[in-house]
């Protein structure tokens, strides 16, 4: 399912001639937006106007994600995406080549990380190099999805969407915190440089973005689920929830993808 943006909130993103208007845009701000569905193979509320104008969107996301390793559920309570944007960062940027040079021939699309972990976060625990005060994050468990959605005759095709690349991180679910901690270490990484990464597979029901023009850093939502088989291990992880944490990256700074 994609969806446009048709509330009064804010302009459009881009004239009804550009190229994202016809592509991705339609994947566009669901934020606090009452949306139309364009193609859609999944169920959809419908929309709903309350007094003094406050909207609910159309979309039906859940609030479920998952992760399991050779069977076994490693418990998830995050779903958060990061995408490619333009230099004006208001829309996706579509890109010459989702493969990056590695297949047989270059297919133009957009690229997309879909994550989905367990984390926790100390407030001003972190210090930089530039003096700099952030949060630390610290990743117990989860999933990095590296997607990349081809566009055709101008048209995001999720159907055709390829997972580009697949990072592992888990822990152990069942050890309690040491004495005097009060937050557990971060995870192991499964998916190493040197780790075998096979049989990689996604498939997206439904694809929705926050208002990227407006800001907008939650909301819209995804129903995905990638598999691969790392190091001989059998991963799967999904999501079918919005967005609680929603990042743009533009190509100058795109680590990762």
Do not use: W
């Not at 845009?25 to 009452?34: D, I, N, R």
């Not at 998830?76 to 995406?81: I, R």
């Not at 270059?106 to 997309?112: D, H, I």
């Amino acid at each position: 399912m994609l969806t446009t943006p048709q509330s009064g909130y804010r302009n459009t993103l881009l004239s009804a001639a550009s190229l994202l208007s016809i592509a991705f845009l339609s994947l566009g701000a669901a934020g606090c937006q009452s949306t139309t569905s364009v193609v859609s193979d999944a169920p959809v509320a419908t929309s709903t106007t309350m007094t003094h104008g406050i909207m609910s969107t159309q979309s039906s996301y859940k609030d479920t994600r998952y992760l399991t390793i050779d069977g076994k559920d490693y418990p998830v309570y995050e779903n958060s995406a990061r995408i490619v944007v333009n230099k004006a960062k208001n829309s996706p940027e579509l890109v010459a080549d989702i493969f990056d040079g590695k297949a047989e021939s270059a297919v133009p699309g957009y690229k997309v990380m879909f994550i989905v972990r367990t984390n926790s976060v100390a407030a001003e625990g972190r210090k930089l190099d530039n003096g700099q005060v952030i949060e630390n994050r610290m990743i117990h468990r989860g999933s990095k999805s590296l997607v990349g959605i081809p566009v055709v005759d101008g048209q995001a095709k999720l159907d055709q969407a390829q997972l580009l690349d697949f990072d592992i991180i888990y822990d152990d679910v069942n050890k309690d915190l040491a004495a005097g901690e009060v937050v557990k270490p971060r995870g192991q990484k499964l998916t190493k440089a040197d780790t075998p990464v096979t049989n990689k597979q996604v498939t997206i029901r439904s694809l929705t973005l926050p208002n990227i023009a407006s800001g907008e850093s939650a909301g819209g939502g995804v129903d995905f689920e990638a598999s691969a088989t790392v190091a001989g291990k059998q991963i799967k992880t999904g999501a079918n929830s919005a967005f609680n944490i929603f990042y743009t990256v533009d190509s100058d700074n795109a680590r990762g993808f």
